[in-house]
């Protein structure tokens, strides 16, 4: 099982990224996906998640309107679209992929947003 994220970086305030996660190595359209985040000094949280079919979506409340998770199961691949990233924003970004008892986790992309 792997799960790869790529897209990050350093990012001026306002501006955008988009995050993807390559996985592999288990049936991917079964799966729940979702985006986490740790800033230095705080525990993980939950940003967004996408169910197996792509048809629901949630998100945490502070990324409501500026964050989007999307998935293409025939690339085994999930994005996280982030849009006017704010300097709290900054964090390492990890994919999740969870069903039943089953949870697997990336290595992280690191998001900084400064000027």
């Known amino acids: 099982v792997q799960l790869v994220e790529s897209g990050g970086g350093l990012v001026q305030p306002g501006g955008s990224l988009r995050l993807s996660c390559a996985a592999s190595?288990?049936?991917?359209?079964?799966?729940?996906m979702s985006w986490y985040r740790q800033a230095p000094g705080k525990e993980r949280e939950l940003v967004a998640t996408i169910r197996s079919t792509g048809r629901s979506t949630a998100y945490a409340d502070s990324m409501k309107g500026r964050f989007t998770i999307s998935r293409d199961n025939a690339k085994n691949t999930v994005y996280l679209q982030m849009n006017s990233l704010k300097p709290e924003d900054t964090a390492v970004y990890y994919c999740?992929?969870?069903?039943?008892?089953?949870?697997?986790w990336g290595q992280g992309t690191q998001v900084t947003v400064s000027s």
């Open positions: 190595g288990f049936t991917f359209s079964n799966y729940v």
């Open positions: 999740n992929a969870g069903s039943g008892s089953y949870s697997y």
